[in-house]
């Protein structure tokens, strides 16, 4: 399988890109799939190098014998081995080793007829050396109920090596903070708008700094309200009730329903986009934040909105632009929110960072066919938020595992790369650890490394602590000290 390029700089070259898609189709992944049907037993004469250090990491490996052609390849989890060419007498593997212990490790050849090993050592790092990169955690707010639970939760992140937490403040136009316009969460004392007597995002502030851990403040965009009735009444009032024209509205002129899912607020109309700039630069002002994370900044699908603002700014652009579709128009409105939230961000503090949890297919350029990407299916061109610097980091959501062999639907290595080498903003990969085992978990950070990615960002708090994956997490995937990426 190929990989493009060293971490940093990024290769961004069309030949670079070519070279992956040569590559893909030699090998699976390092941790193996099915050996070859060979009768003779591979053996192992040479390695080279046979050590390499975490800053080195990815490293280009070979190793020489014989009966190599047909065999699979692994090595301790913490190692992610990659082959990229191979014979009968040689195999040529990138190697990531920037997580994971120093000393001895191995890595092993075997098929049908034996197996083989040979030693490979990761060299520690140089006293006060450490890794650069993002460690981001999503905590979302189904995660907590109290200040203990926010204690907790950064005393795990702190412990296992994360330096960035994601904390949802913001889940349906309301608030899990002191907010001047939105009315306290229900989640927190089971009434929308009741004052809890306690400050959530106040209480993460602190607990963080005693791990040394950054807060932004995680906010969903457009989701504005879930349950079958109109919002009750609240002070401040929920934006449904005081805006009831905001909801997103179906191609027919029927307002989205109220359901037990959300019920969402449409980025056409000016005030929506308005809102958003304006809770983000509240946060900002009252609180001691790194930044403020934006999610559900997209729309559900295309299916909405037809909303009259939407469909009266859309009659007045495409009488300047003829060719302008109403796809394009919506993504542009997605666009103008993100623009408008960064300017209110940046006139409060210029060093506050805005980033954003984004799909994790673009488009389909490989013609997988039946994914939904973020371009075509929720009208989300992140790329030109990227092109128009209007984020300081994009994190996009690569929800799936490393298939048998690059490339293939929905693969993490080749969206890792594509993401990784087409953004570029710090890019922080997506994991989801609710269908990762430790080890599946530490191979997906160390192939987001592997692809160029400045950090990674893991979903989520729950998923770690009921998968019981925080020690494979400390012990491999993070295992070396890392600053956080700026």
Known sequence: MGCIGPRRPRARTAAALLLVGLLGFLSACGDGGPAGLSTSPPALEGLSPAAAGPLESPVTVTLTGRNLSDVAVDGPPWL?????????SSIR???????????????????????????FTVEPLATGDSLSETRALWVSRFEYA????????????????????????RGRADAFYRSSYEPWAANLTGVLGQDPGWDPLETAIREADRWGLEVHPWINAFT??????TPPLSDPP????????WVMVEADGTDMPYTTGSRW????????????????????????????????IRYPSPDYSFDTPSLQAFDSASAVEPGLGFDEMRRRFVTWAVEETRDSLKAVD?????????WGVYRDVLGWGGVTTGYE?????????????????????????????????????????????????????????PELDGRGMAQEVERARMAGAEGVSIFSYSALEDGNLWSSLHNWAFFWPARRVR
């Open 80 to 88: 992610f081995l990659e082959p990229v060419d191979r014979s009968e």
């Open 265 to 296: 607020m449409t980025p056409g109309n000016p005030g929506v986009r308005t809102r958003l700039a304006s809770v983000t630069a509240d946060i900002a002002r009252h609180y001691s934040v790194g930044g403020i994370h934006l999610d559900f």
């Open 146 to 169: 109290s200040a203990e639970d926010l204690a907790r939760i950064m005393t795990r992140a702190g412990e296992n090596g994360f330096n960035l937490v994601y904390l949802q403040v």
């Open 377 to 433: 299916s929720v009208l989300q061109d992140d790329r030109a938020w990227d092109r128009g610097g209007l984020v300081d980091a994009l994190v996009p959501m690569v929800y799936w595992p490393i298939a048998d062999s690059y490339g293939d639907r929905l693969d993490f290595a080749y969206l890792a790369d594509e993401q990784s080498q087409s953004i570029e903003a710090p890019t922080f990969i997506g994991i989801y650890a």
């Open 350 to 358: 210029p060093d506050l960072k805005l980033s954003a949890a984004v």
């Open 224 to 229: 504005g309200w879930a349950g079958t009735t």
């Open 238 to 245: 929920h934006v449904f009730r005081e805006h009831p024209d």
């Open 93 to 119: 593997l990138r190697v990531g080793l920037a997580g994971g212990p120093p000393g001895p490790a191995w890595i092993r050849v075997s098929n049908s007829a034996g197996r083989d090993s040979v030693a």
